[in-house]
């Protein structure tokens, strides 16, 4: 190829990807604050969505971490099973579900961490082109997924006028959405949703079941729920299993499982996609599906993971032993919700109703202005649409307080 070819040429990537950002900005923000943090400045990094300690080292589970280097070398070297280890999937249904009849109507792939799943639900009930459906308050990933796979993502208002789930945007959304594609994937990211932190109450969860079991009468409607958080969620974490049991055959019933966050290993990446109905060849064909695509994108998953994982979700006692390793993280997170509230509450920040969960949203009228304010001030935060993102999982509850007055500071120069 001559000099005046290549010359010619605007790119050798397709047009689709040469105009991709080069890094994820949450990623861009926490490389900045912790350059500015080794540089010796004074640094609150709410940006990144990990738990640490007070200290700013990483929070594990020593559990975890043991049963990792329990696992016999030559087991972990070989291939894994393309759809998973059958122990793993076992016991990842049985966390979802217990003993309840969903159980009995699952199948279930291993993916890499939760975003797997979520790549695997896209491109398995969605057709290139159409777009999935969720809150206008996401995490941006499921947009680079969707757009990776040529997919896209609509929206619908999140909260109603009382600061309540707008389950009647959502209805509409849902009918609008059929009419055009003639099929819908509802994606919801709770409890603890990224990143406003707002958990479904019963109530909601009640009235979101019967708009898609209406809508799915009149067409394929899958829901896609992200319980990437669920183990920080409390109570509002097992609040959702009545509500769904009662979509029977009209839904399509998917949940994105990972041990990110509830094992704290985000390094693993080990996830699964369950999904769940009635119809036992449906599930045969949503199996060969599931199976299908691990074979066409990383072949199979981490064997080390999926086999540590397994035995700690399948033994009783080291089962018991990571509760209490995570019951101290959860207490390490809810002390750091608490002071938010009670700090913000006072300060007239305006954000959703927060219980619990790695991430709060608090409103802006101008996010970016926000955030550069505060970033001026060595407080890093995530600008998004219309509200700033903060990870309480990051900040030290001795730090709330300065975090809270950063954020009035920025809100009152930015109009708001």
């Not at 796979?149 to 006028?161: G, P, S």
């Not at 009662?246 to 839904?251: F, I, K, M, N, P």
């Not at 995530?382 to 709330?400: K, M, Q, Y």
Request: hydrophobic fraction near 45%; aromatic fraction near 8%.
């Amino acid at each position: 190829m001559t000099s005046t070819t290549l010359a010619a040429l605007s790119s050798f990537l397709i047009e689709d990807a040469r105009e991709r950002p080069a890094d994820d900005p949450i990623f861009a923000l926490n490389a900045e604050a912790t350059r500015r943090a080794k540089a010796g400045e004074r640094i609150i990094n709410a940006t990144l969505g990990a738990l640490v300690e007070d200290d700013g080292s990483l929070a594990i589970l020593p559990s975890v971490g043991e049963a990792l280097a329990r696992v016999p070398p030559k087991e972990s070297a070989c291939y894994a099973p393309i759809s998973g280890e059958p122990g793993f999937l076992q016991a990842v249904i049985r966390d979802l579900y217990g003993t309840r009849p969903l159980a009995a109507r699952s199948v279930a792939a291993a993916t890499p961490g939760g975003t797997g799943a979520l790549h695997h639900a896209i491109v398995n009930f969605l057709a290139p082109g159409e777009a999935l459906l969720t809150t206008k308050f996401y995490w941006g990933p499921y947009k680079t997924i969707a757009e990776q796979t040529r997919r896209k993502v609509e929206t619908f208002e999140m909260f109603d006028a009382a600061g309540r789930f707008d389950t009647a945007a959502l209805a509409a959304a849902l009918e609008r959405q059929l009419s055009v594609q003639k099929r819908a994937l509802v994606l919801l990211n709770t409890p603890c949703h990224n990143p406003t932190g707002y958990s479904l109450d019963l109530g909601e969860w009640k009235s979101v079941c019967d708009v898609l079991r209406r809508a799915g009468e009149k067409a394929p409607v899958s829901l896609l729920v992200d319980y990437a958080y669920a183990h920080f969620g409390g109570v509002r974490s097992k609040e959702w299993l009545d509500p769904v049991e009662t979509l029977g055959e009209s839904v399509l019933l998917l949940c994105a499982w990972t041990a990110s966050k509830g094992f704290a290993q985000y390094g693993a990446r080990v996830g699964a996609l369950v999904a769940s109905h009635p119809d036992a060849a449906e599930r045969t064909r949503i199996q060969n599906a599931l199976s299908f695509s691990c074979r066409g994108t990383w072949s199979n998953c981490n064997h080390l993971g999926m086999l540590a994982i397994a035995e700690l979700m399948n033994s009783p006692e080291a089962s018991a032993r990571v509760a209490r390793e995570r019951e101290r993280l959860v207490g390490l997170l809810e002390s750091r919700v608490n002071a938010f509230n009670a700090a913000a509450r006072p300060a007239g920040l305006r954000y959703p109703r927060y219980e619990g969960g790695f991430f709060v949203t608090v409103f802006a009228k101008d996010p970016q202005a926000a955030a550069k304010h505060m970033r001026e001030r060595g407080v890093f935060v995530v600008p998004i649409g219309g509200a700033l993102r903060i990870a309480l999982c990051s900040t030290p509850a001795a730090e709330v307080g300065e975090l809270v007055r950063a954020l009035s500071s920025a809100l009152a120069a930015s109009g708001g």
